[in-house]
């Protein structure tokens, strides 16, 4: 990533004028409170506590609504509630029990909502005027979201199978004894390692890409209009266009890395749960 | 420019590295929303959506129950009538059946009655020919006996004598009968 964007740098002076790229300290602005502390906020971490906001507000209204539906016995739901009904049972159903079955997936309902709910609700804020960065675009999030979707299906797996859940995912059954030797060290890799790695890495650099890709894009179009002479000005409105589609495309990824990362998550734990590894 | 960026973009920040204040943060953020979700969302979302789940079963559970109930009075209904139908044609058929067997009475009763009428009757009939019989038999030997005294005389009033003719006379008059 960095050669390309040393290229895209080296590309953009050769066009002359003031032209910065974006680089990877987009990712690392300045600190605005409590700077040098374990708790030291920037604009991402205060970002990440707005979405945090946000979702407990809206989600507060929806628990009001569902609250009132079961005491009042209401059962057609108002506009607003369905709108809430609609988001937890995508969850509920179409990720969760559809993998998982009924009582296990709402076992993990709680985790994998969780998840879904914070990675939407973080990734969108990339194509939020005013906001205009992911709160995953910074590894620690994703970290911490991989880490428990890891420490989860561990459990999964240790509660229903106990120690001969590792013995059935490191040694898996079917195969001649000679070839554990060199399937064992792929599985512990792929399983134990690899799996919280790529849920993480994969979110991220998703979200990092996306905002490099729509800075670089918008600033392009703001020098082309701004600095550039006489038919380069043409290049911005290219550039505008880019952008517009591109930020259509982000809150496509957006949703779509929510749903990859709680549906990988839920994959891991079924694979986890099932009897056959 | 180029070393700028070359030189940032090295000395700086490995994106791959969390940030203590990063760490802190997104456990945070994502421990406060588990929790929510968890104890707060959730229970309230599976709560109504169960309650809902068992009202429509309910609701269609007792629009069949409903339904089966009209069709089990009406069926009721069908039945009583049927009941009641062949109730009023038993009722008809007992009428009849009486109002058959107090005519086949009467008409016994009048029969038995004319039988003992006509046996009266007869009875009645025989007595008094009897009856006249005897009468005819004093009264035609007393005829007999004046007309022979007229004839024979005096010698034949001797009542034993006469009475004894008389009687001989008219057994023989039986015998000839017979």
Redesign the interface.
């Known amino acids: 990533m ?1 050669n390309a ?2 290229l895209l ?2 590309h953009s ?1 050769n066009s002359g004028g003031s032209f ?2 974006p ?3 987009e ?2 602005p300045q600190a605005v409170l ?1 700077a040098g ?6 604009r991402i ?1 205060l970002i ?2 707005l ?2 906001t946000l ?2 507000v809206l ?2 209204l ?2 009001a609504k ?2 009132k ?2 005491k009042t ?1 209401q ?1 057609v739901p108002s506009r607003f509630q369905f709108m ?2 609609a988001a ?2 995508f969850v ?1 159903k179409s990720i969760a029990q559809d993998q998982l079955g009924e009582k296990d997936g ?1 076992r993990f ?3 994998l ?2 998840i879904f ?2 990675v939407l609700g973080m990734n969108i804020t990339g194509v939020i005027p005013a906001l205009n960065i992911a ?1 995953t675009s ?4 994703p ?3 991989a880490l ?1 979707a890891y420490i989860t299906f561990i459990y999964a797996g240790i509660r229903k199978h106990g120690a001969h859940f590792f013995t059935a995912a490191l040694f898996p059954a079917g195969v001649p004894k000679p070839f554990y030797i060199l399937v064992t060290p792929i599985e512990f890799l792929s399983t134990f390692i690899l799996r919280p790695v790529t849920l993480a ?1 994969r979110l ?1 650099m998703n979200m ?1 890409a996306g905002h490099l890709l729509l800075v670089l894009l918008f600033s392009a179009t703001e020098f082309f209009v701004f600095n550039a002479g006489g038919l380069l000005k043409a290049f911005g409105a290219g550039t505008l266009a880019f952008g517009f589609v591109f930020t259509l495309f982000e809150m496509l990824v957006a949703f779509l890395q929510a749903y990859v990362f709680t549906l990988l998550t839920t994959v891991y734990i079924q694979l986890a749960l099932a009897d056959e590894h | ?2 070393s700028r ?2 030189v ?2 090295a000395e ?2 490995n ?13 945070l ?2 421990v ?3 929790v ?3 104890i ?3 229970p ?6 169960d ?2 789940t068992e ?2 079963e309910g609701r269609l559970a007792a629009a069949e129950k409903a339904q089966e109930e009209a069709a089990a009075k009406t069926a009721n209904i069908e039945a009583e009538q049927a009941a009641a139908r062949s109730e009023a044609a038993a009722i008809r058929e007992e009428a009849r059946a009486e109002g058959a067997s107090i005519l086949a009475e009467a008409k016994a009763y009048a029969a038995s009655e004319a039988a003992r009428i006509i046996a009266t009757g007869k009875t009645t009939v025989e007595a008094e020919t009897q009856a006249a019989l005897v009468a005819l038999r004093a009264e035609v030997g007393s005829l007999a006996i004046d007309l022979a005294s007229k004839v024979v005389g005096e010698s034949l009033k001797n009542d034993k004598l006469a009475t004894g003719v008389v009687d001989s006379f008219l057994a023989e008059l039986e015998g000839k009968k017979k």
């Open positions: 960095r964007l040393s740098a080296l002076d910065t790229p680089s990877i300290d990712f690392y409590f502390t374990p708790f030291e906020l920037n971490m990440r506590l979405v945090m979702l407990i989600f507060w929806w628990t569902f609250k539906a079961y016995q059962y809430g009904e937890l049972n509920r709402d309902l709680p985790l909502a969780t709910f914070v709160g910074v590894i620690g999030l970290l911490v979201l428990a890495l991220m990092i | 420019m180029i960026f070359v940032t973009a700086a920040h994106p791959l590295l969390p940030a203590t204040a990063d760490l802190v943060w997104s456990s953020v994502f406060v929303l588990l929510f979700f968890w707060k969302v959730l309230n979302f599976k709560k109504t959506m309650a809902r009202a429509i």
